[in-house]
């Protein structure tokens, strides 16, 4: 890293000097893009530059080494002397942890916030997409960079990587020589910045840092700039799989492919199995509470609990119950230092930004959601996966997942009334009370970064039209195509905004759920009355989403009007 950083300076150094002999800089026609790549994108790399370079996270010798027939067997063996020992999972975790240790030993963490190692660094990419074969294009610039470059061209685009261990704030000082970097490289005043998942609070730490002078739009897509609950509760220790939830992420999974569609469904035929559940669902309940002393002991708080970049990903709300949960005896001043620091960034956002708006930066956010958090325990919050909608929304008020405002019954009240109408055609997401209401973008049932680059599923297009954003873009900049909230429909993978005022169900557009919907959209489904011609019409009568109207959808609406739960109707 520090080689890094010193080449850079110098090619910087050169760079600005020989433009200088040449020309003023001046604005590019078109200005290039950085991609700020989210957690673990990027590879982590030991003794890098030598003979001896190896990947270590993910580990390059995964298959070769054997690591996957170690575990695969202290598993099995484990399981034999857990038996053996009369039901003691300490026997099993003495097999199995070692195996885990040894896959993370490169990557460890000192509780004080050093590394374990000293000589792992992670990849950079100080050339544009052009200069990389198109396999490593998809891998390196996301779908962003992909249709950035389509969009203008591949020199544009460039792709900031970090290690996702450190603090934030050491990351945001390699991002602000990058860019710097890439401003003299393209003779270009300001560039465009795409922050992705955890690239969000390396980029906010730079704001915080250097303001928005230097960046033309800023787009946070999916992010964790306030953290995640899978954090914050596998920080305080609330693990406890749930299999209802275990059921609803597997469900959210079945979309990604027919393949995963199929597994999906037999996982989840045997995740409701009574039988099933009751004999190996709680098996695995028992395992992890029987192993997590040794969990916490030997691998969050022994390998991982150092590392300042996953501090970052802990909510506020979390965090003073996190010190306390993995340090008892008190944290390290060095790494509270630096963890402290952060999260006082993560506190005081809402001002970073605007201070970076002052600088003449526009902003925009993009996040998903009505899908299952990450099953970790009971909690049921709408997310995209893995950040929960709240968090990356910046303070979205959200219904648990597969619920609703009160149930669809049009009795909801904006949170906070400032005369625009925020609350989304589902009722699952109240935008109102998000840092900046006016300036975040929702797409329903969008996975965690899962933006397509060339199909044309549309997930992709509302972060182009932000990053070309001359002034500050809003929710009602252009209602017609980039409203506040989207569909992004699984069955037929398109994206479609929905620009109206009232509910799912609501058929007859009275604000309210009632027999009369169910009784319209039966007529509607049966051919007996026209289909309205209004696509965000049919999207209200299209109940349960599938992307079609039929006679399932009559029945959601009636289950909803007569107050009757439709979980057993997905």
């Not at 003449?360 to 909690?379: H, L, T």
């Not at 900049?477 to 699984?490: A, R, V």
């Not at 993978?493 to 009369?516: A, C, E, P, Q």
Request: glycine share 8%.
């Amino acid at each position: 890293m520090k080689a890094f950083k010193k080449v850079l300076s110098i090619t910087l150094a050169l760079m600005l000097a020989g433009l200088a002999l040449l020309v003023p800089v001046a604005a590019a026609t078109d200005v290039p893009l950085v991609v700020v790549q989210g957690f673990a994108a990027v590879p982590l790399v030991k003794n890098a530059g030598t003979d001896q370079e190896v990947a270590v996270f993910p580990p390059e010798n995964l298959g070769t080494d054997g690591m996957i027939a170690d575990l695969t067997t202290a598993v099995l063996t484990g399981f034999i002397e857990y038996g053996a020992k009369g039901a003691d999972w300490a026997a099993f975790g003495k097999r199995v942890l070692p195996i885990v240790e040894n896959m993370l030993d490169d990557i460890a963490y000192n509780t004080d916030g050093t590394p374990v190692n000293d000589n792992v660094t992670h990849e950079t990419y100080d050339e544009p997409m052009s200069a990389y074969s198109e396999e490593e294009q998809k891998t390196i610039f996301t779908a962003f960079g992909l249709k950035y470059a389509k969009q203008y061209n591949s020199d544009l685009v460039y792709a900031f990587g970090y290690d996702w261990r450190e603090s934030p704030i050491d990351c945001a000082e390699d991002l602000n020589d990058f860019i710097k970097y890439v401003k003299a490289r393209t003779g270009s005043s300001k560039v465009n910045v795409v922050a992705i998942s955890q690239g969000s609070a390396v980029t906010l730490a730079y704001l915080s840092a250097f303001g928005g002078s230097d960046i033309n739009n800023l787009v946070f897509a999916s992010p964790a700039w306030q953290g995640t609950s899978l954090a914050g509760d596998a920080f305080t220790g609330n693990i406890n799989p749930d299999i209802y939830a275990y059921e609803n992420f597997l469900v959210g999974m079945s979309d990604g492919s027919a393949t995963t569609h199929i597994m999906a469904v037999i996982l989840s035929s045997f995740a409701t199995n009574e039988e099933f559940t009751e004999e190996y669902f709680f098996f695995l309940q028992d395992a992890v509470k029987g192993m997590k002393p040794q969990i916490y002991e030997e691998i969050i708080v022994g390998m991982l609990a150092g590392m300042p970049g996953l501090w970052c990903l802990v909510p506020a709300d979390y965090y003073d119950a996190a010190k306390a949960f993995l340090f008892p005896e008190g944290v390290d001043a060095n790494l509270l230092a630096k963890i402290d620091a952060y999260n006082e960034i993560q506190r005081n956002a809402k001002a970073v930004v605007e201070e970076a708006e002052a600088d003449g930066m526009k902003f925009g956010i993009v996040c998903g959601y009505n899908r299952q958090i990450a099953p970790i325990n009971e909690s049921l919050n709408t997310s995209d996966m893995v950040v929960d909608t709240k968090y990356a929304s910046g303070g979205a008020t959200c219904a648990p997942y597969l619920s609703a405002f009160d149930d669809w019954n049009g009795s909801y009240t904006q949170a906070k009334k400032d005369g625009h109408y925020h609350v989304s055609w589902d009722y699952k997401v109240d935008a109102s009370t998000c840092m900046f209401p006016e300036q975040t973008w929702f797409i329903k049932n969008l996975q965690h970064v899962g933006y397509g680059a060339y199909e044309t599923d549309g997930t992709c297009d509302i972060v182009m039209w932000l990053l070309s954003m001359d002034d500050q873009h809003t929710v009602f900049t252009d209602k017609e195509n980039y409203p506040q909230f989207s569909l992004y429909n699984t069955y037929k993978r398109f994206t479609k905004g929905i620009n109206v005022d009232t509910s799912l169900g609501d058929v007859d557009h009275d604000y309210l759920i009632t027999t009369k919907d169910a009784r319209a959209a039966l007529k509607i489904a049966a051919g007996l009355v026209e289909m309205p011609e209004d696509e965000d019409k049919q999207i209200i009568i299209d109940a349960n989403e599938d992307g079609e109207i039929s006679t399932d959808d009559a029945r959601f609406i009636l289950c909803w009007a007569a107050g009757i739960p439709t979980d057993e109707l997905y």
